[in-house]
T-cell receptor, first 112, second 114 residues
Framework: DAKTTQPPSMDCAEGRAANLPCNHS???????VYWYRQIHSQGPQYIIH???NNETNEMASLIITEDRKSSTLILPHATLRDTAVYYC?????????????FGGGTRLMVKP | NAGVTQTPKFQVLKTGQSMTLQCAQD?????MSWYRQDPGMGLRLIHY???????DQGEVPNGYNVSRSTTEDFPLRLLSAAPSQTSVYFC?????????????FGPGTRLLVL
């Protein structure tokens, strides 16, 4: 799976959009971009994933650049409960049970 | 649905003791996996299973055994606990829905080996 690079920490004001970047310059054509987050001491939680088109769900939006070498996770109106470590993971989807490879992630602090 | 459940929540062991961490899921998922998370680090894969009777090693399998006799359960056994195995252990399960595959994590087991 391709390696990802994320800033170690970011701050965001409550109610503002949080934009979390991820660099994956060695991504292959069949690799998806996944985002998970881990709120303090809890198990990781799935947020969103995409291949090349931008994606949106009830939690967030995922913007993938046209060359797919980077992406941005957008939390449109961050709340204090969004304070967590956010992991960007690039992986191939297949039925051989390809598991997740976690890096260091970005620690997002949402401040009042 | 209870989702993914793990027991115990906390455990203290002495060096050399053995124990089994339990993981169960009620979503009929084929895939299950075990990760460990050391302080300030991301999760690392220990073992995984793609179905009952099938298991394989992940990134850090040494010192751990797994078995998958049923779809629902995937226990992790520590053979002879060492202080280096002090960590938080997460179990996860997933299945395929078309091209969608999402992993669901349990709440974790916090293990301290003295």
């Amino acid at each position: 799976d391709a390696k990802t690079t994320q800033p170690p920490s970011m701050d965001c004001a409550e109610g503002r959009a949080a934009n979390l970047p991820c660099n994956h310059s060695t991504i292959s054509g069949n690799e998806y971009v996944y985002w998970y987050r881990q709120i303090h001491s809890q198990g990781p939680q799935y947020i969103i994933h995409g291949l090349k088109n931008n994606e949106t769900n009830e939690m967030a939006s995922l913007i993938i650049t046209e060359d797919r070498k980077s992406s941005t996770l957008i939390l449109p109106h961050a709340t204090l409960r969004d304070t967590a470590v956010y992991y960007c993971i690039v992986r191939v989807l297949n039925n051989a049970g390809n598991m997740l490879t976690f890096g260091g992630g970005t620690r997002l602090m949402v401040k009042p | 649905n209870a989702g993914v459940t793990q027991t115990p929540k906390f455990q203290v062991l002495k060096t050399g003791q053995s124990m089994t961490l339990q993981c169960a899921q009620d979503m009929n998922h084929e895939y299950m996996s075990w990760y460990r998370q050391d302080p300030g680090m991301g999760l690392r894969l220990i073992h995984y299973s793609v179905g009952a009777g099938i298991t394989d090693q992940g990134e850090v399998p040494n010192g751990y055994n797994v078995s998958r006799s049923t779809t629902e359960d995937f226990p992790l056994r520590l053979l002879s606990a060492a202080p280096s195995q002090t960590s938080v252990y997460f179990c996860a399960s997933s299945s395929w829905e078309g091209v969608q595959e999402t992993q669901y994590f349990g709440p974790g087991t916090r293990l301290l080996v003295l």
